[in-house]
């Protein structure tokens, strides 16, 4: 499945400033509620929200390749606690890896992340609403 990319800075500087957050080994999860999610509903052929997701790799990772590796292994595993469990939708999500990713393995990242959701409040109760 294909993510909607977040691509404007000024919304990773925002997620940053006053998003929800959660901060663990291999990653950093910051969560705020994206104002665009009513227009990307509307242009959907389905009339769904969705998450827009943007990942977030510095240099003190690595190289090229490993930070394409981790941004690879995040990917996954953000796809693989969507597949898990349902998410509240129509938010902005900010995964910033840590320099502890680049010896991580996939389903260490997709256990960490689906604890980060959880811990901030993303986690839907009743998967029908």
């Known amino acids: 499945m294909k993510f909607k990319a977040v691509t404007e800075n000024h919304l990773y500087k925002k997620a940053y400033a006053k998003g929800e957050r959660f901060c663990g080994k291999y990653v950093a999860v910051y969560i705020l509620r994206d104002l665009a999610a009513e227009r990307i509903r509307n242009a959907r ?71 980060a959701m959880k811990r901030v409040n993303m986690v839907k109760k009743d998967p029908t609403s």
Do not use: F, M, W
């Not at 998450?51 to 690879?72: D, F, L, P």
């Not at 693989?80 to 991580?104: D, M, N, P, T």
């Open 45 to 115: 052929p389905d009339k769904r929200y969705v998450n827009r997701i943007g990942i977030s790799t510095s240099k003190k990772i690595g190289g090229a390749v490993v930070r394409s590796r981790v941004r690879r292994i995040i990917r996954e595993g953000y796809r693989e606690v969507e597949r898990s469990v349902c998410l509240h939708q129509g938010k902005l999500v900010i995964i910033a890896a840590r320099s502890a990713a680049a010896g991580a393995k996939s389903t260490d990242i997709a256990r960490e992340l689906l604890y």
